[in-house]
């Protein structure tokens, strides 16, 4: 699928609120609403929308701290490497990249409270055989975060 100008504007549009009515993209990007319903479909069809999300408040959730988590494996053949992946995408983990760099995991987690992300050190790394080291950032003031790719 090749993208044109009408599919950038509506992903642009989107990506910034997904719930926005049909009627109002289409006056948006000078299509028909039925044309533009057709694009939309097409482009989760072909990967380009992944997921309708709500993005919710961390704050109003309790989840209050932001901690960035640098971690090094000890072993790095591809199985070993996929043990880690498994065991950095459950639930208390919000982002998980596996980077270039001194480390070799950035993680992004949430947590109420300092003995909640003490458990989850236990848990992912002190108790993990391939993690070497781990160094965490504790986030001051969140700038900006946003999922916006356009």
Not at 11 to 36: D, F, G, M, W, Y
Not at 78 to 91: A, H, I, T, W
Request: proline letters at 3%; glycine letters at 2%.
């Amino acid at each position: 699928m090749t993208l044109d100008k009408y599919d950038y504007a509506l992903l642009e549009l989107l990506q910034k609120n997904c719930q926005i009515p049909l009627r109002e993209l289409s006056e948006a990007v000078h299509l028909s609403t039925a044309s533009v319903q057709r694009r939309i479909q097409k482009l989760k069809d072909n990967g380009y929308i992944q997921a309708n999300i709500a993005i919710l408040d961390p704050n109003k959730l309790n989840q209050v701290i932001t901690i960035l988590v640098e971690v090094q494996a000890d072993k790095t053949h591809m199985v070993d490497l996929q043990l880690l992946k498994d065991s950095f995408s459950g639930s208390e983990i919000q982002q998980c990249y596996y980077v270039t760099g001194e480390a070799d995991f950035m993680l992004v987690l949430l947590v109420p409270n300092m003995q909640r992300f003490q458990e989850i050190c236990d848990k992912l790394f002190h108790s993990n055989p391939n993690v070497k080291w781990f160094r965490t950032i504790v986030v001051l003031d969140r700038v900006k975060a946003t999922l916006d790719v356009l």
